[in-house]
């Protein structure tokens, strides 16, 4: 099969993803095998390629917005039929057992293991699944727009529920890409007012025609108090900007896999009981609950799509944040 693969981190000026032809992968029990149409560009990609995230065996087949079509079923599989649409997203597998596991916190099991980066993932002809974490997709999106659903989609929800955001509030997004495009289109669903920051003017005329109530940059004063405040840039010194905007008693929430330190924070900052959380992966309940929230909020993607091929230049193009809204690869008509 074809994929692109990583056989050494680097800058992503130095295409570290060659292209080659490699064997398919094999099914094991309780797995699915994906004949891969389309795979989604994450900011994790572009940290596992240039070695920002630790790879626990080169090479690697990176992606983990995965939209394809089950190819095989391995042992024990029952759930699945072949032939039917199916997508996989970052969280690929956790122990079931652990004291996370068993309290419907999934996302923070020791021995999770992560679509892309401890399991081959989507940039790829072929790929390979748990059956029980793989989702099922609405049909509402077809492949393109259902591929950016399955980690921006998903992590930017669990960023609102994290982020303490009830139907109504006012909020604050720091970036504006993928997920962040996503995020908003709930919130604005829900009445929201919603203050978008963001350096680049396309992004900013983006965010206002998905609804968003004010745009500015990092250091602007929105016109309205902001109750709940997500940051997606993964830059440090955007948390003291969300934290100046963020009205007493407000919760700001961190979604970054990996960000540049965060500068020393003055106590007031955070004084006036302003909370203060990361965000860490996704479970299967955030999963189901997204897709829900999603199809009943009209979510739109605006998705660009770019040859699998043209994977070194694509994730060159998401570090400049010249992407209007999500990128995706296509692997197959």
Not at 28 to 45: A, K, M, S
Not at 244 to 261: E, F, K, Q, W, Y
Not at 290 to 308: C, H, I, K, N
Request: proline residues 5%.
């Amino acid at each position: 099969m074809r994929a692109m693969l990583l056989s050494r981190p680097g800058d992503i000026s130095a295409r570290p993803l060659t292209l080659e032809e490699v064997a398919d992968p094999v099914v094991g029990p309780r797995q699915i095998l994906i004949e891969v149409t389309v795979c989604g560009v994450c900011h994790t990609d572009l940290h596992t390629v240039e070695g920002e995230l630790s790879v626990p065996h080169l090479p690697r087949i990176v992606g983990h917005q995965i939209v394809g079509r089950v190819a095989k079923l391995g042992p024990g599989v029952t759930e699945w039929k072949m032939g039917e649409r199916v997508g996989v997203p970052w969280l690929g597998s956790s122990c079931g057992r652990c004291r996370f596991c068993l309290s419907g916190r999934e996302n923070l099991c020791d021995a999770a293991r992560f679509t892309g980066l401890h399991i081959d993932g989507g940039y790829a002809s072929y790929a390979v699944a748990r059956a029980d974490y793989a989702c099922r997709l609405p049909a509402t999106f077809d492949d393109a727009a259902a591929a950016p659903l399955l980690c921006a989609g998903i992590i930017g929800f669990r960023s609102l529920r994290l982020a303490d955001y009830e139907k109504g509030k006012s909020l604050a997004l720091f970036g504006f890409g993928a997920s962040a495009h996503i995020a908003l289109q709930l919130a604005v669903a829900d009445g929201a007012r919603v203050a978008v920051f963001t350096r680049s003017e396309e992004h900013s005329d983006l965010a206002k025609r998905l609804g968003a109530a004010w745009c500015g940059r990092a250091g602007d004063l929105p016109p309205f108090p902001v109750e709940s405040a997500v940051t997606f840039a993964p830059v440090g010194q955007v948390v003291l900007s969300a934290l100046s905007v963020l009205d007493r008693g407000g919760t700001l929430a961190i979604n970054a896999v990996h960000m540049s330190p965060i500068p020393e924070l003055p106590y007031e900052k955070i004084y006036h009981e302003r909370t203060v959380r990361s965000v860490t992966n996704a479970t299967r309940e955030d999963a189901e609950a997204f897709f829900r929230a999603a199809v009943d909020a009209g979510v739109r993607t605006q998705v660009s799509e770019y040859p699998l091929e043209s994977a070194n230049e694509v994730l060159a193009k998401l570090k400049a944040s010249t992407i209007q809204g999500a990128a995706v690869l296509r692997v197959r008509e």
